[in-house]
């Protein structure tokens, strides 16, 4: 299989935040119009990186709690709720072999994914049909973990275009240049529960089909994206237990899962009028030189 790249993040928000985003969005992003998913629950707009990779911001239309039954992401709080890894297109995902790695490194964690399923949206500025397939995980979530059984936003799922990814992904100057500055993701931490990093370390490096690296004591995983920028360092993901008490508050309440990105700075652009580091709604977002 080829090196597994970083598509996209997931942050769940108020339906309003879409329509009139907040301070923490417009001082440090460009916001790219989305549209409406096919099955008219939910909308979404794209904060879109240099590097390919995005942050998706998405909502369940006017908050109606109707249509989050049933919903994969029906059980989440706003915030961090899944990422989504690709690979590249001229190369054929290999789902049988995607099986056969975890199915050797999952042991009691009991991961597998299902079949590919195709899925879609219409862009919202000209109503295009924007068509993908998704490959997503299943099995039972971990003893406790607030969530309707499913293993979303614990366990990455694969996203591969069926219509041209720029359809999807405007990688433009006008859409990647932003007040921050922010050029690419830099890292992602995979908080999980305590004393089981290890698994967890393994189950993701046989699904990125990587190895981890150790740096300083700490291992990490290694990542591509789908654009390479030669000034830029390629993302890592962090597998960690909670050492802070609001680490084991956000484990308890919203399960294994993203807990903080690093986005990756150019030299122009300021941070959020002076900060750096964003605290919003269920997620830490750091800016790195």
């Not at 970083?6 to 923490?24: F, T």
């Not at 992401?73 to 990422?83: E, L, Q, S, T």
């Amino acid at each position: 299989m080829a090196p597994a790249q970083i598509d996209h993040v997931v942050i769940l928000v108020p339906y309003a935040d879409l329509h009139n985003p907040p301070s923490w969005i417009t001082n440090n992003f460009t916001l790219t119009p989305g549209g409406r998913h096919l099955d008219g629950k939910t909308e979404n707009k794209l904060i879109i990186f240099e590097d390919g990779t995005y942050l998706e911001l998405i909502a369940f239309i006017n908050d109606n709690p109707s249509l989050r039954r049933g919903h994969f992401w029906g059980h989440k709080k706003y915030g961090f709720i899944d990422f989504a890894l690709t690979t590249n297109p001229k190369d054929t995902f290999d789902y049988a072999g995607l099986r056969g790695r975890i199915h050797q490194k999952s042991g009691r964690l009991g991961i597998d994914y299902d079949q590919p399923v195709e899925g879609g949206r219409k862009g919202a500025r000209d109503g295009k049909d924007i068509r993908w397939k998704v490959t997503f995980p299943k099995g039972q979530a971990q003893v406790g973990a607030p969530s309707s059984g499913s293993r979303r936003g614990e366990i990455p799922f694969w996203c591969h275009d069926i219509t041209p990814r720029e359809l999807r992904v405007d990688v433009t100057k006008e859409r990647t240049t932003h007040p921050s500055g922010v050029r690419g993701i830099a890292q992602f931490t995979i908080l999980v529960p305590d004393g089981q990093e290890a698994a967890y370390l393994d189950l993701y490096s046989s699904i990125m089909d990587t190895s981890p690296v150790q740096v300083f004591g700490t291992a990490r995983l290694p990542l591509d994206t789908p654009i390479s920028v030669p000034e830029l360092v390629k993302p890592w993901v962090f597998v960690e237990s909670p050492t802070l008490d609001i680490e084991r508050r956000r484990l308890r309440d919203r399960g294994p899962g993203i807990v903080e990105i690093a986005l990756r700075l150019g030299i122009e652009g300021q941070v959020g009028v002076g900060r750096n580091s964003i605290d919003e709604k269920g997620m830490w977002i750091h800016f790195l030189k």
